[in-house]
T-cell receptor, first 114, second 113 residues
Framework: DAGVIQSPRHEVTEMGQEVTLRCKLI?????LFWYRQTMMRGLELLIY????????DSGMPEDRFSAKMPNASFSTLKIQPSEPRDSAVYFC????????????FGQGTRLTVV | AQSVTQLDSQVPVFEEAPVELRCNYS??????LFWYVQYPNQGLQLLLK??????LVKGINGFEAEFNKSQTSFHLRKPSVHISDTAEYFC???????????FGPGTSLSVIP
C-alpha cells in the first residue's frame, strides 16, 4: 500500500477563497483523523471519523471548516472562506482501529492564505 | 479526557551521548501510548507503541521507552544518538481502540557533532 496520500502538498490561496484538502486512507483502515500543525499551537486534532461517521469534531475551529468522508477510502477538509490565520500544515492520518490505534500519517498539505 | 505533557521543549545533546525525552500523561482509564518522530517538512512516523504486555518497548532506530503506570510516564531513551536523530519527537496517547489520538507539544532534539 502507498500509505496515506494527501493532495495538494502545497496550496497558496487568497483570503476569502474556498480551499479543499484531500486525503486517501490506507485500505482497510477504519479511523480517519485530520490534524493541524502550527508553531504556536502544535499538533491539534480537528476531527476524527470511525467507519465514515464523524465521532468528534470538537477541534474544528469554526463553521468555516467542514470535513466529509463520502466513502471508506477518501476524505476532504474544506475551508470556506479561508483566512490568513488558517495558514498551517494540515495532516491526515488513518488507523486500523481494531485493538491498535497507531496513526499512519500522510505527508501533509502546507496551506498559505495571503 | 486524556492529556500529554512533554516537559522539555528543546533537548541539545552531543553525538554518541545518551538521551532521554520525557513524557507524562493523564487519564483515568487504561491507555495506549506512542512516540512519533517528525523530520523537517515531513509527516509523523511511528517510533514505537505500547498497547499491552511488557512495559519496556523497543522501537526503530535504536529507541526504547518504558511505560510506568504508577508515575503515568512513558519516557523515550536512546543509549547513543546520531546526527540523523535530529528531529521533533511527539508523545501521544489514546484511550480505546476507536478513540482519538492526542499528541503532546513535542520535543525538539538537536544532536551536536
Amino acid at each position: 500500500d502507498a500509505g496515506v496520500i494527501q493532495s495538494p502538498r502545497h496550496e497558496v490561496t487568497e483570503m476569502g477563497q474556498e480551499v479543499t484538502l484531500r486525503c486517501k486512507l490506507i485500505s482497510g483502515h477504519n479511523s480517519l483523523f485530520w490534524y493541524r500543525q502550527t508553531m504556536m499551537r502544535g499538533l491539534e486534532l480537528l476531527i476524527y471519523f470511525n467507519n465514515n461517521v464523524p465521532i468528534d469534531d470538537s477541534g474544528m475551529p469554526e463553521d468555516r471548516f467542514s470535513a466529509k468522508m463520502p466513502n471508506a477510502s477518501f476524505s476532504t477538509l474544506k475551508i470556506q472562506p479561508s483566512e490568513p490565520r488558517d495558514s498551517a500544515v494540515y495532516f491526515c492520518a488513518s488507523s486500523p482501529g481494531a485493538g491498535d490505534t497507531e496513526a499512519f500519517f500522510g505527508q501533509g498539505t502546507r496551506l498559505t492564505v495571503v | 479526557a486524556q492529556s500529554v505533557t512533554q516537559l522539555d521543549s528543546q533537548v541539545p545533546v552531543f553525538e554518541e551521548a545518551p538521551v532521554e525525552l520525557r513524557c507524562n500523561y493523564s487519564s483515568s482509564v487504561s491507555v495506549y501510548l506512542f512516540w512519533y518522530v517528525q523530520y523537517p517538512n515531513q509527516g509523523l512516523q511511528l517510533l514505537l507503541k505500547y498497547l499491552s504486555g511488557s512495559t519496556l518497548v523497543k522501537g526503530i532506530n535504536g529507541f526504547e521507552a518504558e511505560f510506568n503506570k504508577s508515575q503515568t510516564s512513558f519516557h523515550l531513551r536512546k543509549p547513543s544518538v546520531h546526527i540523523s536523530d535530529t528531529a521533533e519527537y511527539f508523545c501521544a496517547v489514546s484511550k480505546t481502540s476507536y478513540d482519538k489520538v492526542i499528541f503532546g507539544p513535542g520535543t525538539s532534539l538537536s544532536v551536536i557533532p
